[in-house]
């Protein structure tokens, strides 16, 4: 699988990709593309025509010979037409600059809107095993800063680039064409500036790049602890934090002042040996003046040049140093693009039948080992039948493999052996979203987002109407409390739901998922955050949604699972024990510890610890 590698765990000696990869996201934009680029000819084209006009106007409006002896009225008359012709070419680059910096900033933004967007689109479809590697603070940063740093480029510096190296090139041309000899002598020795110029490029394009990542080791640390806060501060950790943060912005600002200091010598290096150089040339064209073989006005127009070709490489060695940061930019970003989720929909999907009164589940021979483990099995040659319509409960020590057997049913990953099928089908011949459509899951840490208790609501089928999303709150025992809420339904829950109770985010967990009315129901711990009398009610509701569906059942409180139609004992990837609640408490095996430690236990407690060799499965439940 192709992945970017692990903040602080870069490959080194790798290839570096060009700015190439920002060619599929240009290719649209053509028109404009062009448009910014005749602009940008014209802008230049009138650049380099005011050094000719102002040579017209020294030669032939100040020292020409027949005006000498004229009136000063017939002189003002023929000023007046090369000041006009002057501002005639200074009125034109003001139009083309304008018209070419419009249309650079606009292709800057739709492209960096655009690339920003695909990245986005490409992440969000990977499977977990992404971010078993990949930080989610390291994903933001190249969605923000990254991405920010292509936009300065092609929205300013490319543009900027290419308009300095057609000025560079023409004022160098023209100064060619005026002083041949001179020029071939300041082209001797320019040659020799870029060799130096090209060492220092490299080394600046590397330290572009580390200077990236370690800004984005900075926003993986931010992430990781602006979602835990509560936990940094019940802990007194604060100062402990922002220390660590503090340690990844200095490393961060170290490699940035390295790459700095690097690119302030090349700045430097090429300015100074370019304009050495056309001094030099400048000094000989003097010469070329007193002893009459140029007129003032030819030199004036060498000047001009001269200044016109320095600009413009001072111009390109900034372009060139953003040009490498860029490029690290985009490595970074088509690294993400270029990640391959080992979990990929079939060209052909296979269609999943009808159902009726929920689907039917299989697995046979399933083996499986999380990527981030692999020498550990999470499944070992399980095999497991759920009938349409029946309630499975799935009960174990932690890592037993419950949650696993969810995962692989909506295919977060692939089996190593064995099949998974539901209705018939094997998930990896299903289409992803028709398999995932009619699976239905209430995890136990619920995902609220930052909307509305409606839109919340609402994202298990976002179609559904206002009275339909009412109807599932009704269900889910949500209703009461979010009508209780300063705007209701439309009542802002806040980032990850900071706004309500973990009760209150459970039952809008619940709500969404009895919205999307699939049928196979996964519950993964469902009530674990609601009270003795929300436990209840929502059951209650639960059990009502179970009807006429498929629903499987995690659960650590025994005394939830106690009326489903099987209940399946998992230890360490396989099924120990299979039966209804009284039969396994009667066959005294692993179950009927761990409810002997939930419904039997005294309240001096060591006894049953001392009898119970798994001290770890299960916390009691509350009286």
């Given at each position: 699988m192709s992945k970017p590698p692990a903040s602080g765990e870069r490959p080194r000696g790798q290839s570096p990709r060009s700015l190439s990869g920002l060619l599929p996201f240009l290719r649209p934009y053509r028109l404009q593309i062009g448009l910014a680029v005749l602009f940008l000819v014209l802008a230049a084209a009138a650049t380099l025509a005011l050094p000719v006009a102002l040579r017209t106007l020294v030669d032939q409006g100040l020292v020409h010979p027949d005006l000498a002896a004229a009136d000063p009225g017939t002189r003002v008359m023929a000023l007046r037409g090369h000041f006009g012709l002057l501002f005639a070419v200074g009125a034109a680059l003001g139009l083309f600059s304008a018209l070419r910096f419009y249309t650079v900033t606009w292709l800057g933004e739709r492209v960096t809107a655009d690339l920003r967007s695909a990245v986005y689109a490409h992440v969000v479809r990977q499977s977990p095993e992404f971010f078993e590697t990949t930080a989610t603070g390291e994903v933001l940063s190249r969605l923000t800063t990254d991405t920010t740093l292509v936009q300065a480029v092609v929205g300013s510096s490319l543009s900027l680039g290419l308009r300095n190296l057609v000025m560079g090139l023409g004022a160098l041309l023209m100064l060619v064409v005026t002083n041949p000899a001179v020029m071939a002598q300041v082209l001797g020795i320019l040659v020799v500036v870029v060799l130096p110029a090209v060492v220092f490029g490299r080394r600046v394009r590397r330290l572009s790049r580390a200077s990236q990542d370690r800004v984005a080791d900075a926003s993986a640390v931010a992430a990781e602890v602006l979602n835990a806060v509560p936990v940094v501060q019940s802990y007194t950790q604060e100062s402990r934090e922002a220390q660590r943060f503090a340690a990844a912005s200095e490393a961060a600002f170290d490699t940035a002042r390295r790459r700095s200091r690097i690119r302030a010598l090349l700045v430097g290096f090429i300015i100074t040996a370019t304009f050495g150089a056309l001094l030099w040339g400048l000094y000989l064209g003097t010469q070329a003046v007193l002893h009459g073989d140029i007129s003032a006005g030819h030199l004036g127009q060498t000047v001009l040049y001269v200044i016109v070709f320095v600009g413009s490489v001072a111009v390109l060695s900034e372009v060139y140093g953003d040009l490498l940061r860029a490029a690290g930019a985009t490595e970074r970003l088509m690294e993400l693009l270029a990640a391959c989720s080992p979990v990929q929909a079939p060209a052909q999907p296979v269609p999943l039948p009808a159902t009726r009164g929920g689907s039917a589940v299989r697995l046979a021979g399933v083996r499986f080992h999380y990527p981030s483990r692999p020498a550990q099995a999470a499944l070992d040659a399980l095999d497991l039948e759920v009938r349409p319509g029946e309630t499975v409960a799935l009960v174990g020590p932690s890592g037993a493999g419950k949650s696993t057997v969810f995962q692989l049913l909506l295919r977060y990953y692939d089996v190593a052996a064995g099949q998974v099928q539901v209705d018939g089908v094997d998930v990896r011949q299903a289409g992803l979203?028709?398999?995932?459509?009619?699976?239905?899951?209430?995890?136990?840490?619920?995902?609220?987002?930052?909307?509305?208790?409606?839109?919340?609501?609402?994202?298990?089928?976002?179609?559904?109407?206002?009275?339909?999303?009412?109807?599932?709150?009704?269900?889910?025992?949500?209703?009461?409390?979010?009508?209780?809420?300063?705007?209701?339904?439309?009542?802002?829950?806040?980032?990850?739901?900071?706004?309500?109770?973990?009760?209150?985010?459970?039952?809008?967990?619940?709500?969404?998922?009895?919205?999307?009315?699939?049928?196979?129901?996964?519950?993964?711990?469902?009530?674990?955050?609601?009270?003795?009398?929300?436990?209840?009610?929502?059951?209650?509701?639960?059990?009502?949604?179970?009807?006429?569906?498929?629903?499987?059942?995690?659960?650590?409180?025994?005394?939830?699972?106690?009326?489903?139609?099987?209940?399946?004992?998992?230890?360490?990837?396989?099924?120990?024990?299979?039966?209804?609640?009284?039969?396994?408490?009667?066959?005294?095996?692993?179950?009927?510890?761990?409810?002997?430690?939930?419904?039997?236990?005294?309240?001096?407690?060591?006894?049953?610890?001392?009898?119970?060799?798994?001290?770890?499965?299960?916390?009691?439940?509350?009286?």
């Open positions: 979203e028709a398999l995932r459509a009619r699976i239905g899951i209430v995890p136990q840490d619920s995902v609220i987002f930052s909307t509305s208790a409606m839109e919340n609501i609402r994202y298990g089928r976002p179609e559904a109407s206002d009275e339909e999303v009412i109807a599932a709150a009704r269900a889910a025992f949500a209703d009461e409390f979010i009508r209780a809420l300063p705007e209701g339904y439309q009542s802002f829950l806040g980032e990850r739901g900071v706004r309500l109770s973990g009760g209150q985010r459970q039952r809008i967990s619940i709500a969404r998922a009895i919205l999307k009315n699939p049928p196979l129901l996964l519950l993964d711990e469902a009530t674990s955050a609601l009270d003795t009398e929300s436990e209840r009610m929502v059951q209650a509701a639960l059990e009502a949604a179970m009807k006429d569906r498929t629903t499987l059942v995690i659960a650590h409180r025994l005394a939830t699972v106690q009326r489903a139609d099987r209940i399946i004992v998992l230890d360490h990837g396989r099924i120990v024990e299979t039966g209804s609640h009284a039969e396994l408490v009667t066959r005294g095996g692993l179950y009927a510890r761990l409810a002997a430690m939930q419904f039997d236990t005294p309240r001096s407690g060591p006894p049953a610890a001392r009898d119970n060799p798994r001290p770890d499965l299960l916390a009691p439940a509350p009286p």
